[in-house]
């Protein structure tokens, strides 16, 4: 296939089919790995949904609001992620982070 060939549109075309191929691949992959698994737990007695319950999710731990809305005090941000809405408008309007400081 001469890509340097193809229209704007049939590069869009392709680019569509490649993306739904990469998705379906990493599913495909994902049912493999847990059909392994779940052969695997089968061998030594056990169902593969009773070993999954035993792996420990550790809870998050809460992050204190480090910036505050100057307008309405009640929107805060941790400084993590991204920024809301209006930080951005508060940084655009020419004001600083440490502005925004609790």
Not at 25 to 43: H, N, Q, S, V
Not at 54 to 61: G, L
Request: net charge positive; aromatic share 6%.
């Amino acid at each position: 296939m001469d890509i340097d060939a193809l229209s704007l549109n049939e590069l869009k075309a392709l680019r569509s089919k490649v993306d739904r191929a990469i998705v379906t691949y990493e599913e495909r992959k994902k049912k493999e790995a847990f059909a392994e698994l779940d052969e695997i737990a089968r061998k030594m007695g056990y169902p593969l949904a009773e070993i999954l319950t035993m792996v420990e999710t550790k809870p998050r731990k809460t992050v204190a609001a480090k910036y505050a809305n100057p307008a309405n005090p009640s929107e805060t941000w941790t400084g993590r992620g991204r920024k809301p809405k209006w930080v951005e408008a508060a940084l655009a309007s020419g004001k600083s982070l440490e502005d925004l400081t609790i």
